[in-house]
């Protein structure tokens, strides 16, 4: 099969860390709380306008490039998953014009953070895709058979195509059709995608 994974939320566990440097932020400067802990955004999360929204990842959008932590197993998933035969399509709404990084590093910039962070963290792949966050059409013209996603409109769109996982987190947690499968950890996914691939 070829497999499309995302980063943010798929790789990393990115509604730990935004709720992690959030607090922290917006509790520090402005002593604002989580309002929405199931929120995706961080301006859901805290409830603030784009601006301080904007603040934030400003002051942390680099930090978060560089330096957020790779989920547990997600590496050796992926190896086993390539030594079965699949591809892996490593597929992005990071490096593109849509991420928080506009007034923070080029886009060049942005997309050799994220080469070399896949690097870093000895995440094989055989391709990776820079798209918008519509990754239905990168789906599509990239004949991608499996998804592992965690973002709502991306999970809710692409599941009328082809099979979905979904990464549990908060925001997410009432996406359900018989297309999506929901998992918890990477060994849960590679349980799933071993029995799909039996199917």
């Avoid at 992926?78 to 709404?93: F, R, V």
């Avoid at 000895?122 to 599509?140: M, Q, R, T, V």
Wanted: hydrophobic content about 35%; aromatic content about 14%.
């Amino acid at each position: 099969m070829r497999i499309g994974i995302d980063i943010d939320g798929v790789l990393t566990d990115v509604e730990r860390w935004q709720l992690d440097y959030g607090s922290k932020f917006y509790y520090e400067r402005y002593q604002k709380e989580i309002v929405d802990f199931e929120g995706y955004d961080t301006n859901q999360i805290f409830n603030v306008d784009d601006k301080l929204d904007e603040e934030f990842w400003r002051e942390y959008f680099k930090e978060y490039s560089l330096n957020v932590e790779v989920r547990k197993f997600a590496n050796e998933v992926i190896d086993k998953l390539k030594q079965d035969g699949h591809q892996i399509y490593i597929i992005t709404a990071r490096g593109s014009f849509l991420s928080h990084s506009a007034d923070v590093m080029s886009i060049e910039e942005n997309q050799q953070i994220v080469l070399n962070w896949l690097k870093n963290h000895h995440i094989n792949y055989d391709k990776i895709i820079f798209s918008p966050e519509d990754k239905l059409d990168i789906c599509k013209e990239n004949n991608i058979d499996l998804m592992i996603e965690d973002k709502v409109d991306n999970i809710n769109k692409i599941s009328k195509i082809i099979p979905v996982i979904c990464f549990h987190a908060g925001y997410n947690k009432d996406c359900e059709n018989p297309n999506i499968i929901r998992c918890y950890s990477w060994y849960d996914i590679y349980s799933k995608i071993n029995k799909l691939a039996k199917v």
